[in-house]
């Protein structure tokens, strides 16, 4: 009788839960603006005479459509042309990576035939690229990308110890998560050649379906870069891109935004601290977790997107620190960007 009657009350429970989802909820969004899904362009070559489609087409047309992309530089090539151009790209919000110095193989394979670097060459290939990024920048490189994407463990923990975030260095062909792993294992796909250009549009579009991270990988655009394509084509992948974005189904962002912005959701608990006599929330409060973040100048950006839902009226304000915050009621959900440390949202009605 007794497990008849908590079977019974298990069944009500169940019953009940319907109701109870209409309860206003808090939740930190899985990317930023509650996008479906995110997407980072990294343009691989930047320096090399045969990319200079990066400099020259590449740039503008993504900052004409306000999308920001990461491009590699090979620092042994980049000249003071390329540094100037490199920090006017940065300028656009564009992000710079370390793509070594003389960009040869970090694994011994028959069809890699450009020399090989290893331990030995750390103080060249990553020490002086690094500093060389810095000084004729002034950004420290967030993220090394390998040559022809080969690499050892002793490189990614050389990495590790001269304070980078990560490196492209996970799968290939498969998405990233949306929460954080590591990101010294970050997974990726390239671009080859003889691909259709409608693979690009394919991976923004397994992205948002699937709620991940997509890392894509290409060099440049009418030059004689490996797998470039016409300016033409990359325009219409770029309209595709800006559309998306458009949309909130997407989020373009650098591989520093992505990463900063998994680590501060890692790091916080949000939670509704007071409610109204209507059950609406009038006060909701972020709680930072005290894990390992990367040093502050690596970490891009210091927002969080918070998610409330099922809420029974608008809010009429919603502020932090007395300053009110712009936001956006998009299907049944109020979405709205906070700045971290955060003491205390405030919401009326
Ligand atoms: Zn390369």
């Not at 458009?246 to 962002?253: D, E, G, R, Y």
Request: net charge negative.
């Amino acid at each position: 009788m007794k497990k008849y009657i908590y079977t019974l009350s298990l069944l009500f429970s169940f019953l009940a839960a319907p109701a109870q989802l209409k309860i206003a909820q808090v939740y930190i969004a899985p990317f930023r603006h509650d996008a479906d899904g995110a997407y980072t362009l990294i343009h691989d070559d930047f320096g090399a005479e045969y990319a200079r489609g990066i400099e020259e087409y590449i740039d503008t047309m993504n900052y004409n459509r306000k999308l920001p992309i990461c491009f590699a530089a090979i620092v042994g090539e980049c000249d003071q042309e390329d540094w100037t151009k490199a920090k006017d790209m940065i300028g656009h919000g564009h992000q710079i990576l370390n793509h070594s110095m003389t960009h040869k193989c970090g694994q011994v394979q028959s069809w890699c035939t450009f020399g090989n670097w290893n331990e030995k060459d750390f103080p060249t290939e990553i020490d002086k690229s690094t500093e060389l990024i810095l000084k004729n920048t002034g950004k420290h490189p967030a993220f090394f990308v390998f040559p022809f994407d080969l690499f050892t463990d002793t490189m990614l923990h050389y990495l590790e110890a001269k304070h980078y975030i990560g490196a492209r260095a996970g799968k290939q062909n498969i998405l990233n998560s949306a929460v954080l792993s590591d990101p010294f294992l970050l997974n990726f796909a390239v671009f080859r050649p003889g691909e259709p250009v409608s693979a690009l549009n394919d991976m923004a579009d397994k992205a948002t379906q699937s709620k991940s991270w997509a890392v894509r990988v290409m060099h440049g655009i009418e030059d004689e870069s490996w797998a470039q394509i016409t300016a033409e084509e990359y325009a219409t992948h770029l309209d595709y891109l800006q559309q998306q974005v458009k949309q909130n189904k997407l989020w373009m962002a650098t591989l520093s935004d992505v990463v900063t912005y998994q680590y501060n959701k890692e790091a916080a608990v949000t939670k509704i601290a007071e409610q109204n006599k209507d059950g609406l929330p009038t006060k909701i409060i972020v709680e930072l977790k005290n894990i390992k973040l990367p040093s502050g100048d690596l970490m891009s950006h210091d927002t969080l997107t918070i998610v409330l839902k099922h809420l029974k009226a608008t809010p009429k304000t919603i502020s932090q620190s007395q300053l009110y915050i712009p936001f956006e009621i998009r299907d049944d959900k109020v979405i709205f960007d906070i700045n971290l440390p955060v003491n205390e949202i405030v919401l009326t009605y």
